[in-house]
């Protein structure tokens, strides 16, 4: 009576492995990439609705001055959340006023945590975007956009 084995040698159990670490390597940079995307778009979004906030605080006051928290004209502001994302409880990026005087606001996006040294997200009255791409500290050439 022949006798069947069933079952798979360790060569190729082996090269199932290696194959699958290949291509893991190939595909955690690229999710990473992706979720660091997704965060930074999250920041755009509440920075936006941040600066719907200062329109609405302006029609109230005529004013931007005083909009961050204790009353002052920079700092974390006190109409809206100090964090993005706005919803969940991991928070990527501090929200607060930069500059503020009676025409004019600077709103910044302060990456933290995980998304740490991504460069800081700035909008401004005008709607001007800028992105700290190369997280140097300043907005040099080519970052005075947000990334599509």
């Known amino acids: 009576m022949e006798h069947k084995q069933r ?3 360790l060569i190729e159990l082996l090269i199932v492995v290696a194959i699958i ?3 893991t390597a190939f595909a955690y940079p690229s999710y990473q990439d992706y979720v660091e995307r997704t965060r930074r778009a999250d920041a755009q979004g509440a920075l936006m609705e941040f600066s ?3 329109e609405r605080y302006y029609a109230s006051n005529n004013s931007y001055e005083g909009a961050a ?3 002052v004209d920079t700092g974390a502001p006190a109409m809206f959340a100090d964090e993005a994302p706005l919803e969940g409880n991991n928070k990527f990026y501090d929200l607060t006023i930069s500059a503020a005087d009676a025409n004019s606001y600077t709103l910044r996006a ?4 995980g998304q740490a040294g991504d460069g800081i997200l700035e909008l401004d009255s005008t709607g001007a975007r800028r992105w700290d791409q190369d997280n140097s500290g300043g907005f040099g050439t080519g970052e005075n956009d947000w990334e599509e």
């Open 7 to 9: 079952g798979f040698t």
């Open 21 to 23: 670490g290949v291509i």
């Open 52 to 54: 719907a906030a200062m």
């Open 69 to 71: 928290s204790g009353g």
């Open 110 to 113: 302060t990456p933290k945590g």
